[in-house]
């Protein structure tokens, strides 16, 4: 057993004060007033309709998960080529995971309605209570995910005499499981959520002619109910995934560069990550009660409220860094600490590029919105290549901060020799911990969108009055931006952590090897054990090199996977919308009295069909994403495993991007012409808009964010699966 020092007991107790503080936030918003009876009935059909449809996604999940660690459990205990843990790990991370989206949409639902009653006060008040819910989603995240990695290390210390490397590989397994229920729920809340949204555009808005969010159109409620389970549960999910395995394969990465060393100086660099992660809890609260703003206050004045937030706790976990670092003692204390600030400073450089190109503030949106002049057909062309175009700075950003963290972690020693690239990789995740340090306030401004979107709904069907609706308005085009953003960010992290997991996956299939008795050629041409191969070893051992077909022909099978999963999500949205179109359209036929206000819809028969889509569309492009990886192990080996990772990353990342800001794009334009810009709500501008924002919304918030779970899950999928890929050298 590892003696673990007194420091790291701040990792757990910075998760009890991030679970305390949601608590406290929670209940906070829950004494506000819900408002009027209408508004109590509407946020009650939304609430329902929200659980409901996470009861049923979960038992779906549930046996998935039976299903999986009863496999995990036969190459444990059977086929002895996996550590027993794992399928008790497995089931950890996805039972934290969906608790973690249940609890932040739980919050929302509750939240919406009071969002739009705080409204009828002021912008702040609404503001106030929307964003606080917001948090209550980024501290749990950040609180379960730094529980779940605190009891993992306190077990496995005690029960796993293997050393570190095995515990901290036997802790990354967990992330599969988070990665697995993160898929689910993103996926089929996407399709959930825009299925409906795009019945309600396309029957309500495009043909009957009727505002967004009116009460006359039965798809409404559903369409609210999907703003949750997708941007709140699912993006819950999804970041908590993330978060995790940020620092748990940067706790591998360490453990591996310094395991020549071993001792203390092995374990400072296994913990430094979890110690980054739990200071960054108590910064973000410091920005969360930062967030404010005025009446009367501009798209620019809200935005700069949250920036003020989420700026000075990034600001102040680049100080403390360097303080964690150096009064840990961890070697090269200094490099690593910009290796953290360049992920932090990534982070920021891709949110604002990613809110330059959707916020309806600035000229490329504005663009769009000016294309309604012209029809549908341009608005759809200059939004693409705005999100082709908007692809340039977060690529560029995440390689400069790969090289930065890489040469500021190992001294800039471009020598490329086995240590060196072990400290540069351990830098490169550690710059990923970095960029997600601070995702207690950063979900809460993602969080804060579906919220303030519901409050809108909720405002226009409670018939309130025009002021109402206008600071509701403000709130919805800035949760827009926030999302959009948030996505950016979400999209970001991914790549960064996907690339430590990459190098973590070399580490499992030393393990693999060593579990098996495999031996290894060096490149002095010596046998020697698999725990004694150094990474230059292991390429060469593997032919790891662009000249191996195996690599090329994984890389290319990594980026079809990208657009396979797109066009696999993109297809589930059309079927389930067209199902929705078909339904609403019969109910303003059939039902008499429907469109005058005099006959009530039926919004529970959209929320089923909506449901009931999800369900079953969810289930091709999730398994796909787990089955592709073990495929490629079987069949083309460590190489062809290699060559996926990087194809998929690469193709996937850039995919995202794509889509996330073209929808994200389309969608403000939107809104920024129901301001009153090129003709106004009704205007022929404005139903081109509508036309392009209904494309864009599986882009944004169905097969775009599912992409960064995608690349992730394909390399927490490999890891577990590096002993049954060993079985086939």
């Not at 992660?277 to 501009?298: D, M, N, P, Q, Y």
């Not at 996956?505 to 050629?521: F, S």
Request: aromatic residues 8%; glycine residues 12%.
């Amino acid at each position: 057993m590892t003696n673990i020092p007194n420091v790291f007991w701040l990792v757990p107790i910075a998760s009890l004060v991030a679970l305390g503080m949601a608590w406290h936030f929670f209940k906070s918003m829950l004494s506000a007033d819900e408002g009027t009876p209408r508004m109590k009935e509407i946020a009650k059909y939304v609430r329902d309709g929200a659980m409901a449809y996470l009861k049923q996604q979960y038992k779906v999940v549930t046996y998935v998960f039976i299903a999986l660690a009863i496999l995990f459990a036969i190459m444990a205990y059977v086929l002895k080529v996996q550590n027993p843990w794992v399928p008790f790990a497995f089931l950890t991370g996805g039972f934290f995971s969906g608790l973690a989206g249940f609890f932040g949409m739980k919050t929302a639902t509750y939240a919406s309605g009071r969002t739009a009653n705080a409204a009828r006060k002021s912008l702040d008040s609404g503001l106030k209570i929307a964003f606080r819910s917001g948090a209550v989603m980024g501290l749990t995240v950040v609180g379960l995910g730094l529980l779940d990695i605190a009891i993992w290390f306190v077990v496995l210390n005690i029960f796993d005499t293997d050393g570190l490397i095995s515990i901290t590989t036997t802790m990354l397994t967990f992330g599969m499981g988070a990665s697995t229920q993160a898929l689910f729920a993103r996926v089929g809340g996407g399709i959930y959520t825009k299925a409906a949204d795009v019945g309600a555009d396309i029957v309500g808005k495009v043909e009957a002619d009727i505002p967004e969010d009116d009460p006359r159109n039965p798809a409404t409620i559903a369409d609210n109910v999907g703003d949750n389970v997708g941007d709140v549960a699912g993006m819950g999910a999804d970041l908590y995934e993330s978060y995790c395995g940020s620092v748990l394969s940067t706790a591998a990465l360490g453990a591996a560069a310094y395991a020549a060393v071993g001792g203390a100086t092995q374990l400072k660099a296994v913990i430094a990550p979890m110690l980054i992660a739990a200071v960054g809890v108590f910064l973000s609260l410091i920005g969360i009660f930062l967030v404010r703003t005025k009446e009367g206050a501009t798209m620019r004045d809200l935005l700069r409220s949250l920036s003020v937030g989420t700026n000075v706790s990034a600001a102040l976990i680049a100080i403390a860094t360097f303080a964690i670092l150096y009064l840990l003692g961890v070697e090269n204390w200094i490099g690593l600490s910009f290796s953290v600030i360049t992920g932090l400073v990534a982070g920021v450089i891709i949110g604002q590029a990613t809110e330059y190109y959707t916020s309806h503030s600035y000229k490329p949106t504005q663009k769009i919105s000016e294309a309604g002049l012209t029809g549908s057909a341009t608005v759809i062309i200059k939004g693409i290549g705005t999100g082709m175009i908007s692809t340039c700075v977060p690529v560029i950003t995440i390689g400069v901060a790969i090289m930065l963290s890489y040469l500021c972690a190992n001294g800039f020693d471009l020598s490329m020799s086995s240590t060196s690239l072990a400290h540069g990789l351990y830098g490169v995740g550690i710059a990923a911990v970095g960029m997600l340090s601070t995702l207690g306030i950063t979900l809460a401004t993602d969080a804060y969108g579906p919220i303030a979107d519901n409050a809108g709904g909720n405002a226009e069907m409670s018939e309130l009055g025009e002021e109402v609706r206008h600071r509701t308005d403000a709130l919805d085009a800035l949760g827009n931006t926030t999302a959009a953003t948030g996505k950016g960010f979400a999209i970001g992290s991914a790549a960064l952590t996907a690339l430590a997991l990459l190098a973590s996956y070399i580490e499992e299939i030393k393990i693999a090897m060593e579990r098996a008795h495999v031996e290894m050629t060096n490149l002095a041409g010596e046998t020697i054990s698999a725990a004694q191969a150094t990474i230059p070893d292991f390429m060469n051992y593997f032919q790891v090199n662009l000249m191996n077909p195996k690599v090329l022909v994984g890389a290319f099978i990594g980026g079809m996977a990208a657009f396979l999963f797109c066009g696999l999500t993109m297809e589930a949205v059309g079927r389930a919308a067209q199902k929705m179109v078909v339904e609403v359209r019969r109910q303003f036929k059939e039902i008499v009295g429907i469109l005058e206000g005099k006959a009530t819809p039926d919004y529970g028969r959209c929320v089923e069909i909506s449901t009931r889509a999800a369900q079953h569309e969810m289930i091709l492009p999730s398994f796909l994403a787990i089955l592709i990886p073990i495929v490629v192990g079987c069949v083309l080996g460590v190489a062809g495993v290699l060559g996926l990772l990087v194809g998929g990353l690469a193709c996937g990342f850039t995919l995202a991007v794509f889509m996330a800001n073209a929808g994200g794009a389309w969608d403000n334009a939107k809104k920024n012409i129901e301001e009153g810009n090129f003709g106004g709500k009704g205007s022929f501008a404005h139903k081109a808009t509508i036309v392009g924002d209904t494309v864009g919304d599986p882009f944004k918030d169905t097969s775009g964010p599912s992409l960064n779970i995608l690349i992730k899950l394909m390399s927490m999928v490999s890891i577990v699966m590096a002993g049954l890929t060993v079985a086939f050298i």
